[in-house]
């Protein structure tokens, strides 16, 4: 089976950088997702990482290490828009290999 | 029309209606999906058509039934829910490359269900 986690809220101010973490027990791998929902729309993409190291994006970074079933999205120069929960989620190749697992999500509120 | 449309976008309905979420991916992908998020919960998956193949989770109950006439259109059926029902069904779609690449998941706004 799958399991995912990663903090339930976190808070932090225009302009910072934040860090969420997920850690997650898959029986096999086969990449990870970070997707980013604003209050009342869709999920979006915004990372996907089959690799070990640190993958950047612009603002946002996504790092892996699969031998400690570990990954962290960074936000950098933080801005009042990147309010939104944050969904970890990695493919379930247990049985039918064409699903994702989420996570709970973590809910990031940004201060200014 | 691009990208993933839901409808509707919100529906309110009592327990003994018969109603149906539509979903129609305008991406060419092979695979669709439903998906069910309740406040505070993990996006749930509920069923997945893939290359002509559905799978489901076995913990849906039967009051939900998806539809997939072909690789663009998908609906979910639901009729005598429950109050416990009501959450945010997202329809999403993806290109599935294989026994193992998912490919990025699409989402569509979603179709918010009361059930009363």
């Known amino acids: 089976g799958q399991n995912i986690d990663q903090p339930t809220e976190m808070t932090a101010t225009e302009g910072a950088i934040v860090q969420i973490n997920c850690t997650y027990q898959?029986?096999?791998?086969?990449?990870l997702f970070w997707y980013q929902q604003h209050a009342g729309e869709a999920p979006t993409f915004l990372s996907y990482?089959?690799?070990?190291g640190l993958e950047e994006k612009g603002r946002f970074s996504s790092f892996l290490s699969r031998s400690k079933g570990y990954s962290y999205l960074l936000l950098k120069e933080l801005q009042m828009k990147d309010s939104a929960s944050y969904l970890c989620?990695?493919?379930?190749?247990?049985?039918?290999?064409?699903?994702?697992?989420f996570g709970s999500g973590t809910q990031l509120t940004v201060l200014p | 029309e691009t990208g993933v449309t839901q409808t509707p976008r919100h529906l309110v309905m009592g327990m003994t209606n018969k109603k149906s979420l539509k979903c129609e991916q305008h991406?060419?992908?092979?695979?669709m999906y439903w998906y069910k998020q309740s406040a505070k919960k993990p996006l749930e998956l509920m069923f997945v058509?893939?290359?002509?193949?559905?799978?489901e989770n076995n913990s849906v109950p039967s009051r939900f039934s998806p539809e997939c006439p072909n690789s663009s259109h998908l609906f979910l059926h639901l009729h005598t829910l429950q109050p416990e029902d009501s959450a945010l069904y997202l329809c999403?779609?993806?290109?599935?490359?294989?026994?193992?690449?998912?490919?990025?998941?699409?989402f569509g706004e979603g179709s918010r269900l009361t059930v009363l």
């Open positions: 999403a779609s993806s290109q599935v490359i294989g026994e193992t690449n998912t490919g990025e998941l699409f």
């Open positions: 898959t029986s096999g791998f086969n990449g």
């Open positions: 990482n089959v690799l070990d």
């Open positions: 989620a990695v493919p379930d190749i247990s049985g039918s290999a064409r699903q994702l697992t």
């Open positions: 991406l060419g992908h092979n695979a």
């Open positions: 058509y893939s290359l002509e193949e559905r799978v």
